[in-house]
């Protein structure tokens, strides 16, 4: 793939950026091998340990309140104490990477988290449909960086993307990254309304080109969310721009990931895709809120031999 | 369905007519017994199956020997029906029960001859499902009356209306009586879903096959799918995570096997499971669906 960076301000024409197509039926049947290996008990360990560090917790409700999030943050330092004696937990726990709320509550869990290493991420651009002008979009983006946002999660014009104008999105993903300062941008493609894998692929290529550093799958409020297919070429898209540029870019599935089976399964697909280097949170997190508290009890299970109930874990 | 061998030649004898080829024995199909879990009809994650050999040493039939990943399926089935399990009325919890005894009439030969083969006299084959239809229609019965008969007021020193109900204990595991298969797994399930129970229950060893056959009337008589899950499998191999299960609130076992009762009590320690072990041959009575409820007391203030 030939690009020519050109000097800073000058447009990047989209239309110069080759995308390959995606063979559908072959993403289908690597990711049906993937999810046949078999894991075994101390890598099963290390994986869903590895996955507790990847995961963002996330809270994006309506009646979210400052109260909810405390108590989110509360979750993200402690995740099992273990105040029953049967589920005390022998394996030494990660904490989860960060925490994902809404603009308005960012100072709460900046607030919350203070001392600890858990990031705030907070999603921003007019989420989650991104229907909105873009001055709309950066105030939202500025003022939760203002507030303490380490990440900010921006959805992309998928109405403008569709409509085939592409130069809208990638220059307002550019626009946002530049508003974003310090924070990391992670860039939702909402895969569940771009309709093919061939989208995903155009989708992935714009954002990483305009500067994302994170491109994450979905918001949670589309069906389908993340799925595996579309991770795959996700990840394939990450590995060619990591080869033509050099750069590292981090992945995102989010919504619908609430086994602790599935998480192994996206990992194991990182591995065999983007290799060891990927296998950190700085490079690839998991958007879940009910996941943390399913691989806790996958954990317990492996540490006592004996399947565990949600009884005993708390309930968020 | 299942037929043995010689019985489906001799019911299908081609005709042979004069000067006609030899005659060819059709060979029977021989069915492969699935699991009940959450109202589909998987096979074993273990891929595991165990001959079933009639009395006269003939091949019945393939019978799933479920494993303890097919279990913890079970009971994840199970939970996510009981709350809604629990939350229908007691009347239409009746309704549904009852249904189960008149899809059961309607498959009365089936049943019948699937004891048979197993060994029954044609008699006993015949009292057995006849006797589970009735405890069918007993605990259908029961369903909306158990409460007015256990529950209480109570009387109390201070001005409060003290009153205790029962609420179902929640998932329970069964361990079917090795003898009467379909009776024994009746007599052990009709009490404890009629409270609101859910249950994975193990069927017998020796008698399989209608246990699973029963498995194709839960799924046709309106009972919501994890309700009822039923395994086949050995008990010698499955006691333990059945016991140590966290996720089970209680275990009804009818197996005599004194090793096994003494490991299903120590295991139950861990989430203090209730365990209740029982003697087969007790007729249907509505002492067995309090086994597996659990009294509620609430003191309601009261003015002067």
Redesign the interface.
């Known amino acids: 793939m030939v690009l020519s960076f050109a000097p800073a301000r000058q447009r990047f024409d989209t239309a110069d950026l080759r995308t390959p197509l995606i063979d559908e039926v072959g993403t289908l049947d690597r990711v049906s091998r993937l999810t046949k290996r078999s894991i075994k008990n101390d890598a099963k360990i290390e994986g869903l340990r590895l996955t507790l560090s990847m995961i963002d917790l996330t809270t994006l409700e309506g009646a979210d309140t400052p109260g909810k999030v405390r108590q989110l943050c509360a979750k993200a330092r402690h995740l099992h104490d273990g105040a029953h004696s049967?589920a005390k937990m022998p394996i030494e726990l990660p904490h989860v990477a960060a925490v994902c709320v809404y603009p308005s509550l960012v100072g709460v869990a900046k607030a919350e988290l203070e001392g600890t290493n858990i990031a705030v991420a907070s999603v921003a651009t007019a989420f989650p449909s991104g229907q909105a002008p873009i001055d709309a979009k950066l105030t939202d983006t500025r003022s939760a960086v203002e507030q303490g946002a380490d990440e900010i999660d921006m959805v992309i014009s998928r109405g403008r993307f569709l409509s085939g104008d592409e130069p809208y999105a990638f220059d307002e993903i550019a626009t946002i990254k530049e508003a974003c300062g310090s924070a990391h941008l992670k860039v939702i493609l909402e895969t569940g309304e771009l309709g093919t894998l061939d989208r995903v692929r155009r989708a992935s290529d714009l954002a990483m080109h305009a500067g994302a550093d994170f491109i994450k799958t979905s918001t949670g409020k589309v069906q389908p969310a993340a799925t595996l297919p579309v991770t795959l070429v996700m990840l394939e898209a990450i590995r060619d721009f990591y080869y033509d540029t050099g750069k590292r870019i981090g992945m995102k599935p989010a919504g619908g990931i609430s086994k602790a089976k599935l998480a192994l399964q996206y990992l194991v697909m990182l591995r065999e895709t983007l290799g060891e280097d990927w296998m950190t949170p700085t490079l690839f997190r998991f958007g879940a809120s009910s996941l943390a508290n399913d691989v806790l009890l996958q954990l317990a299970k492996q540490a006592t031999?004996?399947?565990?109930?949600?009884?005993?874990f708390s309930v968020d | 369905m299942s037929t043995d061998s010689t019985q489906s030649s001799s019911l299908e004898q081609p005709s042979v007519a004069d000067g006609a080829e030899p005659e060819t024995q059709r060979l029977g199909v021989l069915k492969t017994y699935k699991l009940f879990v959450g109202g589909k009809f998987p096979r074993t994650e273990s891929g595991r199956y165990d001959p079933l050999a009639a009395p006269s040493g003939d091949l019945i039939a393939n019978v799933s020997r479920g494993s303890r990943k097919d279990f913890r399926e079970a009971v994840v089935a199970a939970r996510a029906a009981q709350s809604g399990w629990a939350g229908r009325s007691a009347y239409n919890r009746g309704q549904i029960l009852y249904r189960i005894a008149e899809v059961l009439e309607g498959r009365k030969a089936q049943f019948r001859e699937e004891l048979e083969l197993c060994g029954l006299s044609s008699e006993d084959a015949s009292s057995e499902v006849a006797h589970a239809i009735d405890t069918w229609v007993h605990y259908a019965g029961w369903c909306d009356k158990f409460q007015q008969l256990f529950s209480t007021v109570n009387p109390v020193a201070s001005s409060h209306f003290n009153f205790t109900l029962l609420e179902p204990t929640g998932v329970v595991a069964i361990v079917a009586a090795e003898e009467g298969g379909l009776a024994g797994l009746t007599a052990a399930l009709a009490p404890a879903i009629a409270s609101g129970n859910t249950c994975i229950a193990l069927a017998s060893e020796r008698f399989p096959l209608s246990a699973i056959t029963f498995g194709e009337v839960l799924h046709t008589s309106d009972v919501p799918a994890g309700v009822v899950n039923l395994l086949t499998g050995r008990r010698s191999e499955l006691i333990e995570h059945i016991a140590s299960h966290l996720d089970v609130n209680a275990v009804v076992s009818y197996d005599p096997d004194p090793d096994r009762r003494k490991r299903l009590q120590e295991e139950a320690v861990h989430n203090v499971k209730r365990v209740i072990l029982r003697e087969p041959g007790h007729g249907p009575s509505p002492y067995a669906i309090l086994d597996t409820t659990e009294a509620k007391t609430t003191w309601h203030p009261i003015g002067t």
């Open positions: 049967e031999g004996r399947y565990q109930s949600p009884d005993y």
